[in-house]
């Protein structure tokens, strides 16, 4: 199933002489300048009944044309998965994902994802691009994410995913002791060996991790990191990066260390802990709708709240 976007409208004297694709995206709001792109090029969207590109001007009663059409996610299939539903309203959705769900059908994971719970509980998602996901979590990371519900959200989210106004804050464990909180300017790209990893890269896309310290133990840390941006696993890239790889982590975490002289309750807690200890724990984002500012925070799941506890009990600081 395809939407078609069909509409003509005539160039209003405030949009003269300006590029097309930005005047159009300012007559239609709710499609993103991408898409309109995308349309200029294909030739769906045409000026006078004539091809142009997007870079072209447009004056003063030219006529712009649209028949495009925007594809669905018919080929994914709705699936009755639970949700942990923190909000919804006609334009959003904020998901509580719990560690363990992918968010997205791909190669190896054709259902039983995040989209395919979607599409039965929200069915209209289904017109959406991507069926309204912007952003992502990692399959075994836990935590909040928003979904957009109608064409409108999903150009707001998307632009404040790009401007990096959405704030979005983590709790993770990590492996040492950290001394001060910081920030991680390196830039990430696909690991050039293994496929499955991504790697601080100086050719990579930029990349922006800040952290501070909430908790201290003897040999771990429960820090706090705030993304600027949101590459593939930047927070587990960028800590193991600065050697504070997170508890669990199976790509970077490397060789699983054991601190000395910890018991067994500890020995056996690390050993069992085989997620990264990554929670996605507050969100803000203005509302596509009202622009009013909105934030939800989420505590951490059972698994992670235990292996903390136990950090605190087994392994605290020592003065």
């Not at 923190?86 to 334009?91: K, N, R, S, V």
């Not at 993304?227 to 587990?236: M, V």
Request: net charge neutral.
């Amino acid at each position: 199933m395809k939407e078609v976007v069909e509409a003509d409208f005539v160039i209003p004297e405030s949009l003269g002489e300006v590029r097309v694709d930005q005047a159009v995206a300012e007559l239609m709001p709710e499609h993103s300048r991408s898409r309109i792109q995308g349309w200029i090029k294909s030739g769906a969207l045409t000026v006078n009944g004539k091809a142009i590109r997007p870079k072209d001007k447009v004056v003063v009663f030219d006529v712009v044309n649209i028949l495009a059409e925007i594809e669905s996610s018919d080929r994914w299939e709705a699936e009755n998965i639970p949700l942990d539903v923190a909000f919804q309203d006609e334009h959003i959705i904020v998901i509580n994902k719990p560690a363990g769900l992918v968010v997205h059908p791909a190669a190896g994971h054709p259902g039983g994802t995040l989209v395919n719970a979607l599409l039965h509980h929200f069915p209209e998602v289904d017109k959406i691009p991507r069926a309204g996901i912007v952003h992502r979590l990692d399959k075994d990371t836990s935590g909040l994410m928003v979904v957009a519900r109608s064409l409108i959200a999903h150009t707001s989210l998307v632009s404040q995913l790009q401007d990096r106004s959405m704030g979005r804050e983590y709790l993770a464990v990590v492996c040492g002791a950290m001394i001060s909180g910081g920030k991680v300017d390196e830039p990430i790209a696909r690991h050039p060996q293994n496929r499955l990893k991504m790697s601080v890269f100086p050719m990579g896309k930029p990349a922006v991790t800040h952290y501070r310290i909430e908790e201290r133990f003897n040999d771990y840390t429960l820090v706090r990191c705030k993304l600027e941006t949101g590459r593939t696993h930047q927070i587990r890239v960028h800590m193991a990066h600065i050697h504070f790889p997170l508890v669990g982590d199976p790509l970077y975490g490397g060789r699983l260390k054991l601190p000395s002289g910890a018991d067994d309750r500890l020995l056996q807690m690390l050993r069992g802990f085989t997620r990264q200890a990554l929670h996605a724990t507050r969100l803000q984002l203005r509302h596509p709708k009202t622009a009013e500012e909105l934030s939800w925070e989420a505590a951490v799941p059972e698994d992670m709240q235990v292996l903390i506890e136990t950090i605190r009990e087994e392994n605290p600081k020592e003065i």
